[in-house]
C-alpha cells in the first residue's frame, strides 16, 4: 500500500455542492484500463466543500 501512497494524486472540485451522480461503471473501466487504484471518499448525496 505505501507504494501507491507515493503516487497519490488528490482530485477536488472547483465548486461546493452535492454530489449528485458518480459514473461507477466507467470509473471501475478506466482505472482496469491503466491499472490504478481508486479510492472515494465521497458518495452520491454528500456535500463537497471548494478547495484544494
Known amino acids: ?3 501507491y501512497r507515493k503516487e ?3 482530485v477536488s472540485t472547483p465548486l ?3 454530489v449528485q451522480l458518480i ?3 466507467e470509473l471501475i473501466e ?3 484500463k491503466d491499472n ?3 479510492k472515494m471518499e ?3 448525496g454528500s456535500f463537497s466543500y471548494w478547495g484544494p
Open 8 to 10: 497519490l494524486h488528490t
Open 23 to 25: 459514473l461507477f461503471n
Open 36 to 38: 490504478i487504484l481508486l
Open 1 to 3: 500500500m505505501e507504494t
Open 30 to 32: 478506466e482505472a482496469q
Open 42 to 44: 465521497v458518495r452520491v
Open 16 to 18: 461546493s455542492g452535492y
